[in-house]
């Protein structure tokens, strides 16, 4: 079945550091890849997507590339703010046989920016 | 406001009785999901529905059961046969099942069992 890994947190960084999250998937065809970012006590809200390969999604100064060669889709930010902090979920959607309906998630990371 | 609406946002129940959480849309979004999300874990799929009358069993359904009688509206049954259900609960929405398209997620209830 489809599955996602993710870096394993909590990562501290200082404010102005480069960040990187490492996800990689596993899943058959060609999946949509999305970063989702959760605030403390709320829900989750949908950060950035990529729908096939090579596809670059972006916002707020994050980015990631999806790379069907690695099965990648790391999330990057050139210059982290203390308002980054959050935990980051990255997530596949299938679309292949029966699993098109359904996010499957990693199991998060926590970033912690200290100014 | 265009959004979805979770209720209550904390909720506290006894072992051995059945609670309710709300979720309501006016996205006009189709499909609904329901997810349980625990401490350093994931998300996990509860139950979906594509169109009202519908829904289907997700990973985790045992102890739960959901209706959709309204486009609007899904609500979650957390009955006393679900053995742990401290958890956070989030309602998501996405304008149809089969697309590429992202959901949308309310803002959680946070279940707590006494």
Known sequence: GDSVTQMEGPVTLSEEA????????????????????????????????????????????????YRK?????????????????????CALR???????????????TLLTVNP | DGGITQSPKYLFRKEG???????EQNLNHDAMYWYRQDPGQGLRLIYYSQIVNDFQKGDIAEGYSVSREKKESFPLTVTSAQKNPTAFYLCATSGSLGSYNEQFFGPGTRLTVL
């Open chain 1, 18 to 65: 480069f960040l990187t999250i490492n996800c990689t998937y596993t899943a058959t065809g060609y999946p949509s890849l999305f970063w989702y970012v959760q605030y403390p006590g709320e829900g989750l809200q949908l950060l950035l997507k990529a729908t096939k390969a090579d596809d670059k999604g972006s916002n707020k100064g994050f980015e990631a590339t």
């Open chain 1, 69 to 89: 060669e690695t099965t990648s889709f790391h999330l990057e930010k050139g210059s982290v703010q203390v308002s980054d902090s959050a935990v980051y979920f």
């Open chain 1, 94 to 108: 299938g679309n292949s046989g029966g699993s098109n309906y359904k996010l499957t998630f990693g199991k998060g």
């Open chain 2, 17 to 23: 009785q059945n609670v309710t959480l709300s979720c």
